[in-house]
């Protein structure tokens, strides 16, 4: 029943890769008339890049990529924008580099977004379709997180709707039209769970900065272009525990936070209410995209596969100064980050495609217990080595 299940039928991607080059015209960037050099004149300086975009792509990708151009106008140098905007730090985390404007875009250029999903998630795509769960009984945990150190949650995750551009590219009228399509969805939504939609400029001046303004690369590459034109959110009324996006990063964001650190309930909240928002798309002949190699799409390559994002703060003071805190980080596939407050980290899910939802949320569940017994040991002045952890 919570198994999602892809279409029995890919007639594009099935072959996709065999007949790549016939489906693109010899020239189809001639009808814009650009005033462009060639491969090797236009090839960008990445040095001191360090996104995965610099590290996969040279001349040789490049010219293969130069001529070709989506259906709604997307070029390779719109794909490659953002890593050029945002080239990284040498010893910081790596970001993917590149973002796609259109569905199309993870065909068309799709030797170079594989490599990039690869290269990030270290997961090999196949012609075989991930697996997707959205039955949230089959979480072991996640209501039983220690207090004394878990703080809060958010689960959150992001879909992409068919026939539309994603917001790197899309027009104030497509803008306009997903607004109108999730004003219709969210009120048969709210008929089971009563909430209410607001345009950015109805929310409070605390809860726009909680939103985080337009940073300036987003302007750059698009996404915030028009600014606060249709953007919006829809929240629950009874507690403002489920917030959903619209026309932010993606075209649907939601979000699910806890001050109780229940990642259960909060991951609940998301699938029930995912699995709804589904239904009702589909029924207004928009579904979800979903690419049979890559699962549900999104205008980010780091968010492919599920969309799943699971954090949870956690109280750290003495793991952080341990030697072996990375090593134990890779094993366990997760990330932690600083946050504001000093000794409050955030602990999250590494990647999104090669395991379900459910594996996702296990993982970090599993992770923040481990991270919590070893802060506990060395609190004791006590070792961790029995604690390590195998690769997962």
């Not at 150190?149 to 958010?154: G, I, L, N, Q």
Request: charged content about 25%; overall charge negative; hydrophobic content about 35%.
């Amino acid at each position: 029943m919570w198994k999602i299940k892809p279409p029995v039928v890919f007639p594009l991607e099935t072959k996709y890769r065999a007949v790549l080059e016939s489906l693109v015209p010899p020239d189809p960037m001639s009808l814009f008339h650009l005033k462009r050099g060639s491969p090797e004149e236009e090839f960008p300086d990445l040095a001191g890049n360090s996104t995965c975009m610099a590290q996969i792509l040279n001349l040789n990708m490049y010219r293969r990529q130069f001529h070709r151009c989506t259906h709604s106008g997307v070029i390779f140098d719109d794909i490659i924008r953002l890593g050029l905007e945002e080239p990284g730090k040498l010893n910081g985390p790596v970001s993917v580099g590149c973002v796609a404007g259109d569905a199309q875009s993870y065909v068309l250029f799709c030797d170079f977004f594989d490599r990039i999903i690869e290269a990030y998630h270290n997961h090999k795509v196949t012609s075989h379709t991930p697996n997707s769960d959205l039955n949230y009984d089959n979480l072991k945990g996640g209501d039983d997180l220690d207090q004394s150190y878990a703080v809060s949650c958010e689960v959150s995750v992001v879909r992409a709707v068919e026939d539309f551009c994603f917001p790197t590219h899309c027009s104030r009228g497509e803008r306009r039209q997903l607004l109108t399509l999730a004003k219709k969805a969210l009120e048969q939504l709210a008929e089971e769970l009563p909430g209410c939609l607001y345009s950015v400029e109805e929310l409070s001046h605390q809860e726009q900065l909680a939103m985080k303004t337009p940073s300036t690369s987003q302007l750059r590459t698009g996404v915030a272009r028009d600014w606060p034109d249709s953007r919006a959110a829809w929240s629950v009324c009874k507690d403002g525990s489920l917030v959903v996006w619209v026309n932010l990063e993606d075209h649907l964001k939601l979000v699910s936070t806890r001050g109780d650190a229940n990642v259960a309930e909060a991951f609940k909240s998301i699938c029930i209410n995912l699995a709804k928002l589904e239904v009702l798309y589909k029924t207004l002949r928009h579904p979800f995209i979903w690419k049979q190699q890559l699962g549900w799409v999104t205008s980010s390559p780091a968010e492919v596969g599920t969309g799943l994002k699971i954090s949870v703060q956690v109280k750290l003071q003495h793991l952080p100064e341990h030697t072996r805190l990375q090593d134990v980080l890779k094993r366990l596939r997760i990330h932690l980050d600083k946050t504001e407050c000093p000794g409050l980290y955030r602990v999250s899910n590494n990647h999104t495609i090669g395991l379900t939802e459910v594996e996702l949320a296990q993982l970090v569940v599993d992770g923040v217990k481990l991270l919590i017994a070893m802060e506990t040991r060395l609190e004791g002045n006590a070792g961790i080595h029995d604690l390590l952890p195998t690769q997962k």
